[in-house]
């Protein structure tokens, strides 16, 4: 089922869901029975809100974005002044979550992210992309995607902790390592994630990633989901960016051209050691409407 | 395997995820076996950020509760109006979420979100509830909740399109319906949600909600998490406050007393349609550390 | 130095800062001069920014508008509840603000709030304003204002405790209290502010406020601002909409045509009890670099 | 009217407002009388609140703070991109802002903002200080501060373009340049903040302030605020951190002891090069109920 860049309407011209159509009820069905040990891991890194900590921690994340604030609005600190119970001897916790999740936490990117020219995925107009939100192609479209996830771990392939900051991963190395079937979930493991907690500078000096070659093919294959635990799917160079030509651009590629939803940022450790290489992947983004996208905690049953 | 409330240390001294713990990988593998047609169902109610709309639209929420607020940082209107892209030819819209979710969205409570006296679910301190998070019982205690989900329509049952507000179903009703197994997802459908296209004063008129008896019923049942469409699970009155007192608070009944996760605000009318009772339910809470709870959007694979 | 409205360039092509250009240093040295007996008065409403509180109370704002949102992310609670201090002994509190200003508290606007057309005040092109901000008359032109006010007690002239929310006060009755000199502050109380502790629902039944003749006969005089305790300087109708057509918007004939900036929601029920007619007006907008606006506490020097 | 620290109850039992109570409305006429030009300058920093910018500039801030965020709700390309007016022809353009203030942009503290033991100034209840805010000693409680204001110009008097980082300014330099009166605003300028343009890295390796004794003089002088374009009045060692003990902590010494509100991260190189010593000081901060403090713009008018 390869197909040309482009192909607007593939899925009929109001499509605003890619690949995800790929999900039938008989592709989720057929991914459930990828589950072999039961074994449920969270493939999401923590949301830390540090905002008046003297010490706070943080988790990987691109430099200059606005991290994500979390407050108390009441807590027990409250009651421990003196503060009365909302109910005869009921206490209650609340708080609120300030989150740009594009470069901050785990992430699904909504098909409205990236483009260029005029239009979105499919043709539908860029314009409609507007403060109150994206009419077109927003992250409410993605509903809940149920899958078989196949994980490609690159630097266990290579003898690797992890890739080095300018390795671009080549179509032929995923082939190696596994095929994917149409609808699954391919989620890619560079490694670079572990390279944070031993420097944020060389963390932020570049970032490994798919090739561009590598992107088509996942898209020839007809991949639903692409999850990396990279920040952005291709790789990164030393400024932070994108280093491809508009045409090779990753995103453009998959979000843009061929509609394949992307979720970045993916913690895999814990998969990766494993060993296990197929397993059915949840996630469920925030049904935010006209959302860009959604921070997710995508999970692996193994 | 009923048992006493207030059983603190059931599952060990430093337990902090409850009834969770009854989802074992037996259990998780078993819950996947009760998908019959893959169909994939989002349970979630979406996420409306109306900031300066001259119309914004709303969903259920609580009365005096802050409405999230979604705001674009750069979008499709912005390269109307002559914004460069950020490479050759590249677009991109990015975008910031500020959300309260108790009360306000679809959304899963940590077992620190309510307790009594000075400890939370199994003795731990409620003093470690503080500005910075809780860092004891949080929501990043939760992971993944993949179980059998067995759905308790209970309009449906008798004949309503919707209970009315001063309802408070009786354990018997939910056992003529069904009988939960350990780790089972009790969903709870009260229909309440659809009286808000109706008349928002009527929605905050009171809301139907479990028994006392129908909380401890399924406590002994040991579900792994209740979820419900309506605002506690428990009733309201027309003050929008529980009715009942400390001791028969839904609340500290399955919160506090059984550690079982409670899920609020779901969208429930297609999975109602469907007339399907049994499925797989699977929630994954953003892993907000030290957070009260989470927006969520739960899925049914029926 | 009457003029006709549309007077681009008044100021010179590249003025952003409209009337407030008037605000010599000898027209301010005049100024000060207003006060008389030393009394500071502040002209705001309070923000309160209650998120969980059981009994949230509010100030007068418009419908459907998000409420500023106030949360400490430490507190003496914490403490209370055993947090370590951040010196030896040494406590902090720090806390956090969202606000969107217009229509929830007392604010000044930028020149770039409203506008008709492609042009913005002055001639500035309307697709500047952008998600970053508005590059052209962003509230960070303001600086700080200092003039002479000059309270226009409207209500009390009339012998009543408020105008009714129909009243559209006409250039007559202001000229019968006071005629403003070029560069003063046109300090105007409706009193409308009062009716919320009575009722809210009577709050927003509508407003009073300027009509469309008296907001030219005041941009005739010259004013440096317009300040007023209604929430539109113009009145709002039972939809809570500005009932004039196009060429009498009241935004439109000061902000855009004239460059008079707007300031909004204050207090004044202290100032009107003094009866005292002229001071000393000075308001200091945050520097928000690409604000249509900013919340404020204007003083009166009496 | 030297005083012991710790007189608790100077100004009454119920005194929230510290020195504050200094500025009767004698001493605000006789500050008015510091005018000489009529010039007026904002002594605030811009508030830049990039949160997607490819470029994001900033001002010189503390680090490990979360910065301000500025987002636009609705703005002038959404109109470029299609979207409808608000009335015929009339166009809106609103926003919102975020800001934890302290330590990333002008702000003035409150007398709640850091305290030493169980009490805030003049006895309060540290416990009152809760996630609701603080009901004792808020930002609230200042209204708006209008006094004669005195420039410390330290570098100017030294000969040197700023002090270096680990110049604690003595008491004997401040007496060189000038005696404040009971209720003055004291200015100190450090030219601190001119580095964050040559390095950031600089500027956080320590900051130059006011030594234990400098701050006890100017108490002793009973001046009514500290303003400095520091971040902490006293200085900073290069962790970031006030190296004095608790004894000779300056926001101790200062806020704690004395009840003499500070003002922090001022722009004060136009005020300095204007070589004009005496000056009116206007500062309104936001009437944020419990507030720890508010983003200010400061003025002078000279």
Request: proline share 7%.
């Amino acid at each position: 089922m390869v197909h040309e860049p482009n192909n607007w309407g593939r899925f009929g011209p109001d499509d605003q869901r890619g690949t995800l159509n790929l999900l039938t009820p008989a592709v989720v069905l057929d991914a459930l029975r990828s589950a072999t040990t039961g074994e449920v891991l969270s493939l999401a890194m923590p949301i830390k809100g540090a905002t008046s900590s003297p010490a706070p921690t943080t988790v990987p994340h691109l430099p200059g974005r606005p991290l994500p604030q979390h407050f108390m609005s009441v807590d027990g600190g409250d009651y421990a002044a003196g503060a009365r119970a909302i109910g005869e001897g009921l206490y209650v916790a609340d708080d609120a979550l300030i989150v740009s999740h594009h470069g901050t936490t785990t992430h699904m990117d909504a098909l409205c992210h990236m483009w260029s020219g005029d239009e979105l995925y499919n043709g539908h107009p860029a314009a409609r992309v507007r403060s109150y939100g994206a009419t077109r192609c927003g992250i409410e479209q993605v509903g809940g995607v149920v899958a078989r996830g196949v994980l490609f771990d690159v630097p266990r392939r290579l003898g690797l902790d992890h890739l080095p900051a300018d390795f671009r991963i080549p179509a032929e190395l995923l082939a190696e390592i596994a095929t994917p079937r149409p609808g699954d979930a391919a989620v890619i493991r560079t490694g670079w994630p572990a390279v944070w907690g031993r420097s944020r500078e060389e963390y932020w000096s570049g970032q490994p990633g798919l090739s561009a070659e590598a992107g088509r093919w996942l898209a020839a294959h007809d991949v639903s989901v692409v999850a990396s635990d990279n920040a952005a799917i291709g790789g990164l160079d030393a400024r932070g960016l994108a280093d491809e030509g508009l045409a090779d651009d990753l995103h453009l590629i998959l979000l843009h051209r061929h509609g394949v939803h992307l979720i970045e940022m993916l913690w895999l450790e814990e998969l990766g050691e494993r060993g296990c290489t197929e397993f059915v992947f949840v996630v469920a983004p925030l049904r935010i409407e006209g959302g860009t996208g959604s921070p997710v905690t995508p999970l692996a049953i193994l």
